[in-house]
């Protein structure tokens, strides 16, 4: 079993990861501004920020994954992309990171555009996804040295849409997951499957990858 730690770890991402994670029998630490009082049963639960990368890390000295769950809204927008960056500078050797990220970033077709630039994406949430496509562009750029995965849910991911766990998922490499309706959903504890996966049996080294049901 692995020790993984999850920034952002009581949002709803975040949240979703623990419990699965902890419920495989990893240790599993969560880091967030503030800790919940309703709390997942054998994971432990630390007061942090991501933007305190140096703290974040004396806490998590011997994980062997770190998950950032952090969004780059309210007081958070604009900062979350430099955080990451410091985070991966700070990385210690051996840890793989991962990074939870946006539909907007996906394309929408093999060889197509993006889905923030195909049209009818929600203006009020194009600064955050276009925050994470940076990050996602400053990983792509690191040393070769560096493991990292990031994962772009689907269009109806989020407390909006919370679902029920159905035990499966299918993955799209950069292209966004929809179901022959045109639909694309997954429930907050798929998705953690899919992430939890992935950190048990690595596929995506150095890459992305789009989930849904």
């Not at 996966?197 to 690595?202: A, I, K, V």
């Amino acid at each position: 079993m692995a020790r993984i730690a999850v920034i952002g770890g009581t949002g709803y991402a975040g949240g979703h990861i623990v419990q699965e994670a902890a419920e495989r029998g990893h240790t599993v630490v969560s880091i967030a501004r503030k800790v919940p009082t309703e709390r997942v049963a054998h994971a432990t639960y630390l007061e942090g920020s991501l933007l305190d990368i140096p703290g974040l890390l004396a806490e998590l000295e011997g994980v062997q994954a770190i998950v950032v769950a952090v969004a780059p809204r309210g007081d958070m927008q604009g900062l979350v992309r430099p955080a990451i960056a410091e985070l991966v500078a700070a990385l210690p050797e051996g840890v793989r990171l991962g990074v939870i990220g946006g539909a907007g970033g996906s394309l929408v077709a093999e060889g197509g555009p993006r889905l923030i630039d195909a049209g009818q994406f929600p203006e009020e949430f194009k600064p955050e996804a276009f925050e994470m496509i940076g990050v996602l562009d400053d990983l792509t750029q690191t040393p070769a040295s560096v493991d990292w995965f990031f994962v772009h849910p689907a269009v109806e991911f989020g407390a909006f849409a919370p679902g029920e766990r159905t035990g499966s998922y299918r993955t799209g490499g950069d292209v966004l997951v929809s179901d022959d309706d045109g639909r694309s959903y997954i429930s907050g504890a798929d998705f953690a499957i899919a992430v939890v996966d992935e950190l048990e049996s690595p596929v995506h080294h150095r890459a992305r990858f789009t989930v849904a049901s």
